[in-house]
Every structure is written in structure tokens, then in C-alpha cells.
């Protein structure tokens, strides 16, 4: 009943003009932002955050929320239209949805999308709603061990099984580690690593340390894409509404997808891309229409789309309840959350009643607002992808520049965002995942601060760790998804067939974001 | 699946690398080298304190001996691999970088919107597709969205235009 009264003041909180008003923006900017292809949900976020510091700390989480799964559903349409998935997680889509877009299905593929978003979102927001109280109580028995061996958990489960492999992702994790070391240490007052710089006594702002890595990034690797013609495609869009046929074999996937999403979305650093993996692969097995998948079978997009937008919400359980995000848009809101003064972890269930409640109460009004906005706004959707990317460019660089001088009307900061765009195209060409940096800069300063306390209340004895039995626990399961990722990177690799070199090819993420953006 | 490399597909291909090749590819994990050796060293100068008592260097410093561990095994990994690198786009590359530091050098002193003006002129520059009115239009065309939306609706503190 606490959770049903709950989750009514957080309705009533929504549904204030404001919080509604900027929920519909962030929908809506979101799945604009989203649509344009290697523009995933992360620039999003980081494009608008700067905005966000104008607004009440609830309104502002709830329109960062409403860009993010936003930005999720609008990059499935570019997956659908253009095979061209802007995150992984949207690469599953492609399977099958680019399939029913050239056999003129497309209208089809994204009415399923936008009904199964629904569905898993609804899934995904009751998952929350539930299981996030009984996760936060748990957690107010932790201590700075327990803290710590949390975070080094969602490191190395944010890492270890990224794209480029364990050991690129963990190097990645530790950088962002050394990198949110810049700028004055808490705990003594001492400059560290600022070169001499006093805009960098506060540290490097998470803004753009985002905007540089993925915004600059992932523009300069899709201008290349583009220009090779990738995308371009003749799309029929003739049939719209799904056959009574399809609605039927939609309805059970998207049961199973939101299921699927909501478990794998609430561990640390597994996420939308194995959640809408591991739908895609059950869902396959227990069709009846096995031998359609891969070919344009609607149950192959439905269930990729529940599960990716059930993952999108409970992605937020351990964020908020634990303070450890699963992922790199989970970081970012964090980082919001921090410079709105509020401190995720257990305590925000009732210190801040009023955000969590009215965030959960969001997925429902957002959800709703993404399907009314987006089923008939498909084709406006369709229209602006025709729009040629060499006009497009120019206008999100126009974007990110505006938003990161607004930070402090300083620009010190475009150069740094400069910096790390730089670092970003890089780290792509180079196989790095940029995600797992960025986790690693979110939850560098908490890590440290809770290593320092278990050991300074052990007396300097590192078995604290091991002793006390969840931390013990967790670092247990660490290591073996550390031993997990090591094994999948560097054992011996199958031969490759004409067949994988061919899905590969046609299912080649725009620009690689991570597996846990 | 997505995790299979191209540079694997390549070798499969038939493509082989150059000394070229090889350098590209290893240069990423001599980056990380390098980053970590500055972080090493900068973490031992500002003190390693005590078990009991970490130093301000303490986490910085474990964090880059790490990464240098990391790195040599991905400069090992890089080693075994065959094909070719993946080459930078330069075009592109430059042309987002001086449009980043076209915005940089001109909004404080002449303002935001000549700033957006010639950030999009600079961006299309490359562009060949585009002719030189298309891109002045739509650097007009963003200024004057700019104006609207980030002055006018937003009330954030720019200066449209130096001067005036």
C-alpha cells in the first residue's frame, strides 16, 4: 500500500504544469535528438544537462529521464529506417527491423516499436516501483567497505564485458579513475593535477568530459559514415498499422522482453545491449515463427524494444537506491543529481521522497507521452532523417558549443571539450569504449573517499574488504565477471564465416557508444 | 558478434598490415603508457601516506600502475593482431576541431551570434556538396535560432553580439 500511496504523490507531483511541461520536452528533445543517426542517448543527456541546472532538482531529473529513454526510442527509428543503430543496444533492432522496412513494413516496425516501448517501460517502471524500497533498506546497513566493494562491482561489471574487450575496458575504467583525481583533493585540500590551471581546481565538469567524448566524437566518426553513403537507403512506407496477425505475435514478446529488460537493466553494468540481446536470443527459441527472425518477423523487434526500454527503467533501481550506475547515461544522471545537491544512495527514498516517487511516476506520464507523440509523429520522424546529414552537423556542433559555454560563459571549457572530443575520436579509432570512462570519472571520487574510510576505521588492514560478507561477497562476484571477461577476451578466436562478416557489416553500430550507454 | 574485430575480418580478407598499420594500432596503448606514467609519477610527488592514512598521491598513483599493467597487455594483444588499422578521418577531424576553436576565439569578443555564423562556416567548410550560399544560409539560419532560443526563450547570459 506504501508503494500505491507512494507512487500517487508522485503522480500528483508530475502532473504539475512544469514537471509536465519539461517531462514533454525532454521526450521530445530526446527522441529528436535520438533519431539523428550516431547521436545516441548519451550526447543527448550531455547536450541537454546544462539546461537542467536551471530547474527545480525533481523537474530536471524528470526531463533528463524523459531525453534518455526519449533518446533510447528514437534511436531504434534510425536502426528501423536506416540500419544504422547510434547505441548497441539499438544494433539488435536492425535485425529484423531493417528487413520489414524494405519489405515496406517500416510504418509497422515502428508502431511495434513505440507500442512494445510502452509495454516494457510500464514493465520496468512496476519493477522499480517494487523492488527498489526493500534494495534501499538493504543498503542502509552498508558501510564504507560494503560502498566501496558495491562500486568496484559496477566497475568491473561496466567494464569486463564491454565490446573492445575486459582488458580495454578496464583500462578505460581506471583512466576515468585517475582522471576524476584532477583538481582539489577533499580530504586534504591539496591541488592535484591541475597543471596550474585555476579553471581546473574544481576538477574537469562531467559536462564536458560527455560532450567531448561522445557529442565531438561520435560527430566527427558519423560525418565520415555518412559521407560513405552508409544510411542512404529507398524506404517504401506504405503499410502503417500492424495486421491483426502482428498484433497477436507481438503481445506475448513484449510480456517477455519487458521481463528480461527489467532484470538484466537493474544489474550493474549489464544494461539495454544484454537485456535486448538475450530477449532477441529466448524469444527465438520459443517462437513458432523461429525461421522468419533475421528475415523482418515482428516478434524480432517487438522483443528487443520491450526489453531495451524495460532495461532503460530499472537501470535506475541500483542508480538511485545504491549510488552506483550501471552505466554511462546512469553516470551522467547521477553527476546531475550531484550538482543539484543530492547524494544518490539509500537515503534518497526518504530524504527525498518527492524526486525518487515523482521519477517513478514519470516513466508512466512519459511513456504515455512518447507513444501519443511518437505514433503520429512517425512521419515527421521519417522526414527529418531525409534531412542531409551535411546540414545536421554543423547545427549539433553549434549545440554542444552553446551548451558547454553556458556552463560557467568560459572558454576554457570549449577548449576542454575540444580536448576530449579529440581523446574521443581517438579512443574510437583505437578500439576504446569511451562509457566506461566516463563511469569510471563519475564513481572515481566516491570510490576513493570510501577506500579511505575503510581503511582508516580498519586501522590500515585491506582485509576489511575481504572479512565483512556482503563486501567480501560482492568483490567475490567481481571477480568472477573479472575472470569472466578476461577468458572471452583473450581466448582463442572461432574462424569467421562469410555469414558473421556479413551481419557484422550490416549491423555496425554508427559510432561505438558502448555496451552500457 | 559485434565484437569481432575488423582487423580480423581484414586478415581473413586477404589484407595485410604495414609498418604503418602496426604503428597505429600500438600507439593507443603507448597513449595509455604515457598517461599513466605521468599520473605515477605526479601521484609518488604528492605522497603515498600510510595504509592507515593514504596520501593525497595514494589513489592517482595505484590507478596509473594499473593502467600501465593494462596497457602492456593491450600493447601485447595489439602485437598478435594482423590487418589493417583503422586510418583517421583527418577531414572530419579538422574541421570539428576548428570549428570548436573558431567558437572559442570569437564569442567573447564578438559575440554569440557571429560566433554561430562562422562555427557552421567552418564545420561545412569540407563539404564540397554544399555551395558557399547553402552554408552561409544556414549559418544565418542557426544564429538566428540561437538568438531565439538560447537568449530570448532561455534568458541565458550571452551577448549577442559585441558592441552593440
Same mark, same amino acid.
Given at each position: 500500500?506504501?508503494?500505491?500511496?507512494?507512487?500517487?504523490?508522485?503522480?500528483?507531483?508530475?502532473?504539475q504544469?512544469?514537471?509536465?511541461?519539461?517531462?514533454?520536452?525532454?521526450?521530445?528533445?530526446?527522441?529528436?535528438?535520438?533519431?539523428?543517426?550516431?547521436?545516441?542517448?548519451?550526447?543527448a543527456?550531455?547536450?541537454?544537462?546544462p539546461?537542467?541546472?536551471?530547474?527545480?532538482?525533481?523537474?530536471?531529473?524528470?526531463?533528463?529521464a524523459?531525453?534518455?529513454?526519449?533518446?533510447?526510442?528514437?534511436?531504434?527509428?534510425?536502426?528501423?529506417?536506416?540500419?544504422?543503430?547510434?547505441?548497441?543496444?539499438?544494433?539488435?533492432?536492425?535485425?529484423?527491423?531493417?528487413?520489414?522496412a524494405?519489405?515496406?513494413?517500416a510504418?509497422?516496425?515502428?508502431?511495434?516499436?513505440?507500442?512494445?516501448?510502452?509495454?516494457?517501460g510500464?514493465?520496468?517502471?512496476?519493477?522499480?516501483?517494487?523492488?527498489?524500497?526493500?534494495?534501499?533498506?538493504?543498503?542502509?546497513?552498508?558501510?564504507?567497505?560494503?560502498?566501496?566493494?558495491?562500486?568496484f562491482?559496477?566497475?568491473?561489471?561496466?567494464?569486463?564485458? %564491454?565490446?573492445? *574487450? =575486459? &582488458?580495454? !575496458?578496464?583500462?578505460?575504467? /581506471? $583512466?576515468?579513475?585517475?582522471?576524476?583525481? #584532477?583538481?582539489?583533493?577533499?580530504?586534504?585540500?591539496?591541488l592535484?593535477?591541475?597543471?596550474?590551471?585555476?579553471?581546473l581546481?574544481?576538477?574537469?565538469?562531467?559536462?564536458?568530459?560527455?560532450?567531448?567524448?561522445?557529442?565531438?566524437?561520435?560527430?566527427?566518426t558519423?560525418?565520415?559514415?555518412?559521407?560513405?553513403?552508409?544510411?542512404?537507403?529507398?524506404?517504401?512506407y506504405?503499410?502503417?498499422?500492424?495486421?491483426?496477425?502482428?498484433?497477436?505475435?507481438s503481445?506475448?514478446?513484449?510480456?517477455?522482453?519487458?521481463?528480461?529488460g %527489467?532484470?538484466? *537493466? =537493474? &544489474?550493474? !553494468?549489464?544494461?539495454?545491449? /544484454? $537485456?535486448?540481446?538475450v530477449?532477441y536470443? #529466448?524469444?527465438?527459441?520459443?517462437?513458432k515463427?523461429?525461421?522468419?527472425?533475421?528475415?523482418g518477423?515482428?516478434?524480432?523487434?517487438?522483443?528487443?524494444?520491450?526489453?531495451?526500454?524495460s532495461?532503460?527503467?530499472t537501470?535506475?533501481?541500483?542508480?538511485?537506491?545504491?549510488?552506483?550506475?550501471?552505466?554511462?547515461?546512469?553516470?551522467?544522471?547521477?553527476?546531475?543529481?550531484?550538482?543539484?545537491?543530492?547524494?544518490?544512495?539509500?537515503?534518497?527514498l526518504?530524504?527525498?521522497?518527492?524526486?525518487?516517487?515523482?521519477?517513478?511516476? %514519470?516513466?508512466?506520464?512519459?511513456?504515455?507521452?512518447?507513444?501519443?507523440?511518437?505514433?503520429?509523429?512517425?512521419?515527421?520522424? #521519417?522526414?527529418?532523417?531525409?534531412?542531409?546529414?551535411?546540414?545536421?552537423?554543423?547545427?549539433?556542433?553549434?549545440?554542444?558549443?552553446?551548451?558547454?559555454?553556458?556552463?560557467?560563459?568560459?572558454?576554457?571549457?570549449?577548449?576542454?571539450?575540444?580536448?576530449?572530443?579529440?581523446?574521443?575520436?581517438?579512443?574510437?579509432?583505437?578500439?576504446?569504449?569511451?562509457a566506461?570512462?566516463?563511469i569510471?570519472?563519475?564513481?572515481?571520487?566516491?570510490m576513493?573517499?570510501?577506500?579511505?574510510?575503510?581503511?582508516?576505521?580498519?586501522?590500515?588492514?585491506?582485509?576489511?574488504?575481504?572479512?565483512?560478507?556482503?563486501?567480501?561477497?560482492?568483490?567475490?562476484?567481481s571477480?568472477?565477471?573479472?575472470?569472466?571477461?578476461?577468458?572471452?577476451?583473450?581466448?582463442?578466436?572461432?574462424?569467421?564465416?562469410?555469414?558473421?562478416?556479413?551481419?557484422?557489416?550490416?549491423?555496425?553500430?554508427?559510432?561505438?557508444?558502448?555496451?552500457?550507454? | 558478434?559485434?565484437?569481432?574485430?575488423?582487423?580480423?575480418?581484414?586478415?581473413?580478407?586477404?589484407?595485410?598490415a604495414g609498418?604503418?598499420?602496426?604503428?597505429?594500432?600500438?600507439?593507443?596503448?603507448?597513449?595509455?603508457?604515457?598517461?599513466?606514467?605521468?599520473?605515477?609519477?605526479?601521484?609518488?610527488?604528492?605522497?603515498l601516506?600510510?595504509?592507515?592514512?593514504?596520501?593525497?598521491?595514494?589513489?592517482?598513483?595505484?590507478?596509473?600502475?594499473?593502467?600501465?599493467?593494462?596497457?602492456?597487455?593491450?600493447?601485447?594483444?595489439?602485437?598478435?593482431?594482423?590487418?589493417?588499422?583503422?586510418?583517421?578521418?583527418?577531414?572530419?577531424?579538422?574541421?570539428?576541431?576548428?570549428?570548436?576553436?573558431?567558437?572559442?576565439?570569437?564569442?567573447?569578443?564578438?559575440?554569440?551570434?557571429?560566433?554561430?555564423?562562422?562555427?557552421?562556416?567552418?564545420?561545412?567548410?569540407?563539404?564540397?556538396?554544399?555551395?558557399?550560399?547553402?552554408?552561409?544560409?544556414?549559418?544565418?539560419?542557426?544564429?538566428?535560432?540561437?538568438?531565439?532560443?538560447?537568449?530570448?526563450?532561455?534568458?541565458?547570459?550571452?551577448?549577442?553580439?559585441?558592441?552593440?
Amino acid at each position: 500500500m506504501d508503494v500505491l500511496a507512494n507512487f500517487s504523490a508522485g503522480l500528483a507531483t508530475v502532473l504539475q504544469p512544469e514537471t509536465l511541461m519539461y517531462c514533454f520536452i525532454g521526450v521530445f528533445l530526446g527522441t529528436f535528438i535520438g533519431v539523428l543517426p550516431g547521436v545516441g542517448s548519451m550526447a543527448a543527456i550531455a547536450m541537454i544537462l546544462p539546461l537542467s541546472f536551471y530547474l527545480e532538482p525533481t523537474v530536471a531529473i524528470v526531463m533528463i529521464a524523459g531525453v534518455y529513454y526519449g533518446a533510447e526510442y528514437g534511436g531504434s527509428i534510425a536502426s528501423i529506417l536506416m540500419n544504422i543503430p547510434g547505441t548497441p543496444s539499438s544494433s539488435i533492432t536492425c535485425i529484423d527491423g531493417y528487413p520489414m522496412a524494405r519489405q515496406g513494413r517500416a510504418g509497422v516496425a515502428l508502431f511495434v516499436t513505440s507500442i512494445a516501448s510502452f509495454g516494457g517501460g510500464m514493465i520496468g517502471m512496476i519493477v522499480m516501483a517494487v523492488l527498489s524500497p526493500s534494495l534501499a533498506r538493504l543498503a542502509l546497513q552498508f558501510g564504507p567497505a560494503e560502498y566501496f566493494a558495491v562500486i568496484f562491482l559496477g566497475l568491473i561489471a561496466a567494464s569486463a564485458v %564491454s565490446n573492445g *574487450g =575486459a &582488458l580495454r !575496458g578496464i583500462a578505460m575504467v /581506471v $583512466a576515468g579513475l585517475m582522471l576524476s583525481t #584532477v583538481g582539489i583533493d577533499l580530504t586534504t585540500g591539496d591541488l592535484r593535477f591541475t597543471l596550474g590551471v585555476p579553471e581546473l581546481r574544481d576538477g574537469v565538469h562531467l559536462v564536458i568530459v560527455a560532450m567531448g567524448l561522445f557529442g565531438v566524437g561520435e560527430l566527427i566518426t558519423s560525418i565520415r559514415a555518412n559521407r560513405e553513403g552508409r544510411g542512404r537507403q529507398e524506404i517504401d512506407y506504405a503499410k502503417f498499422y500492424p495486421s491483426a496477425r502482428e498484433w497477436r505475435a507481438s503481445w506475448g514478446p513484449i510480456w517477455r522482453g519487458g521481463l528480461i529488460g %527489467s532484470f538484466f *537493466g =537493474a &544489474l550493474p !553494468g549489464t544494461g539495454q545491449t /544484454v $537485456a535486448s540481446a538475450v530477449g532477441y536470443a #529466448v524469444e527465438k527459441k520459443v517462437s513458432k515463427n523461429k525461421d522468419q527472425f533475421g528475415k523482418g518477423a515482428v516478434e524480432g523487434v517487438a522483443v528487443p524494444e520491450s526489453a531495451n526500454n524495460s532495461a532503460t527503467q530499472t537501470a535506475f533501481i541500483p542508480t538511485l537506491t545504491l549510488g552506483v550506475p550501471g552505466s554511462a547515461s546512469m553516470a551522467m544522471v547521477i553527476g546531475a543529481l550531484m550538482i543539484h545537491g543530492i547524494t544518490p544512495g539509500p537515503r534518497i527514498l526518504t530524504e527525498h521522497t518527492e524526486l525518487f516517487w515523482g521519477l517513478v511516476a %514519470s516513466f508512466l506520464v512519459g511513456n504515455v507521452l512518447l507513444l501519443i507523440l511518437n505514433i503520429p509523429l512517425i512521419g515527421l520522424w #521519417v522526414r527529418l532523417l531525409q534531412i542531409p546529414y551535411r546540414l545536421m552537423y554543423p547545427a549539433i556542433i553549434v549545440l554542444i558549443c552553446i551548451g558547454v559555454y553556458s556552463l560557467n560563459n568560459n572558454v576554457f571549457d570549449i577548449w576542454m571539450t575540444l580536448l576530449f572530443g579529440v581523446a574521443g575520436y581517438l579512443m574510437r579509432l583505437y578500439r576504446f569504449e569511451p562509457a566506461p570512462l566516463l563511469i569510471g570519472f563519475v564513481l572515481g571520487p566516491m570510490m576513493e573517499e570510501q577506500l579511505r574510510r575503510a581503511l582508516l576505521l580498519s586501522r590500515g588492514d585491506p582485509m576489511v574488504f575481504l572479512e565483512r560478507p556482503i563486501s567480501g561477497g560482492l568483490l567475490a562476484i567481481s571477480a568472477l565477471i573479472l575472470i569472466y571477461g578476461l577468458w572471452v577476451t583473450l581466448r582463442p578466436r572461432r574462424n569467421i564465416t562469410t555469414d558473421d562478416t556479413s551481419i557484422i557489416q550490416n549491423n555496425k553500430p554508427s559510432s561505438n557508444t558502448g555496451a552500457s550507454s | 558478434m559485434m565484437g569481432i574485430s575488423s582487423n580480423k575480418i581484414m586478415q581473413d580478407t586477404g589484407h595485410r598490415a604495414g609498418v604503418k598499420d602496426i604503428l597505429i594500432r600500438l600507439s593507443g596503448a603507448g597513449l595509455l603508457l604515457a598517461l599513466g606514467l605521468y599520473f605515477m609519477i605526479g601521484g609518488l610527488n604528492l605522497g603515498l601516506g600510510s595504509p592507515f592514512r593514504p596520501g593525497t598521491g595514494a589513489f592517482p598513483f595505484f590507478s596509473a600502475l594499473l593502467l600501465m599493467g593494462l596497457a602492456l597487455g593491450i600493447l601485447w594483444q595489439d602485437l598478435q593482431q594482423d590487418g589493417l588499422a583503422d586510418r583517421p578521418d583527418w577531414i572530419s577531424f579538422l574541421a570539428i576541431g576548428a570549428a570548436l576553436s573558431v567558437f572559442a576565439l570569437v564569442t567573447e569578443r564578438f559575440g554569440l551570434l557571429p560566433a554561430v555564423f562562422l562555427t557552421v562556416l567552418t564545420a561545412s567548410a569540407p563539404d564540397r556538396s554544399l555551395p558557399w550560399w547553402g552554408k552561409a544560409a544556414l549559418g544565418l539560419f542557426m544564429a538566428g535560432l540561437s538568438y531565439v532560443l538560447f537568449i530570448e526563450a532561455l534568458g541565458l547570459p550571452f551577448k549577442a553580439i559585441r558592441g552593440i
